[in-house]
């Protein structure tokens, strides 16, 4: 079946633009995460959504970076006056709700 | 607050050569633990895992890893290596199942002939 789809697969723009970055999860799945990796480091935590709701967000690093989930499936995260150092792959999640997260290709942004 | 720790970030190794990638954890609570797989070009995918019971799993490719509480490690091993294995490995911990993993920076896997 479909796995989980990540758009656009790149994005490019400029410092203080707006972005946002969308996922689609794995029909059915109830638990979707966003993570960032920069270059040479592991993935870093940013939000979780069980259904609807943000069940964790500790990982927004601040108040530029939003994300929604409105009916429980497609997730899109926003980020507001984007700077350069916010480039990095944005990675995608979901699970069923149990222990297993399946991961997407990723959105590559780059601010120039 | 969780941490994990990979002590290699590259590994050069040969065919048929045995292998161990090492991660160390930190953690106050009770956790579970993980090893992904990242292919090139290919997204992570799950390796095997660490949740409770026999503290030796093994996935399906011929890795195994085995939980260390009092070391607090989760090391991953083959005895063997193909081409094919080659790929970034990355070390991952939650406190519960279904919230937030943390990852270690990972350990890029080179099996050469």
């Known amino acids: 079946g479909a796995g989980v789809s990540q758009t656009p697969s790149n994005k490019v723009t400029e410092k203080g633009k707006y972005v946002e970055l969308r996922c689609d999860p794995i029909s059915g799945h109830t638990a979707l995460y966003w993570y960032r990796q920069s270059l040479g480091q592991g993935p870093e935590f940013l939000i979780y959504f069980q259904g609807t709701g943000a069940a964790d967000d500790s990982g927004l690093p601040n108040d530029r970076f939003f994300a929604v989930r409105p009916e429980g499936s497609v997730s899109t995260l926003k980020i507001q006056r984007t700077e350069r150092g916010d480039s990095a792959v944005y990675l995608c999640?979901?699970?069923?709700?149990?222990?297993?997260?399946?991961f997407g290709p990723g959105t590559r942004l780059t601010v120039l | 607050a969780q941490s994990v720790t990979q002590l290699d970030s590259q590994v050069p190794v040969f065919e048929e050569a045995p292998v161990e990638l090492r991660c160390n954890y930190s953690s106050s609570v009770s956790v579970y633990l993980f090893w992904y797989v990242q292919y090139p070009n290919q997204g992570l995918q799950l390796l095997l895992k660490y949740l409770s019971g026999s503290t030796l799993v093994e996935s399906i490719n011929g890795f195994e890893a085995e939980f260390n509480k009092s070391q607090t490690s989760f090391h991953l091993r083959k005895p063997s290596v193909h081409i094919s294995d080659t790929a970034e490995y990355f070390c991952a911990v939650s406190g519960q199942a279904g919230t937030a993993l943390i990852f270690g920076k990972g350990t890029t896997l080179s099996v050469s002939s």
């Open positions: 999640a979901s699970s069923p709700g149990g222990d297993e997260q399946f």
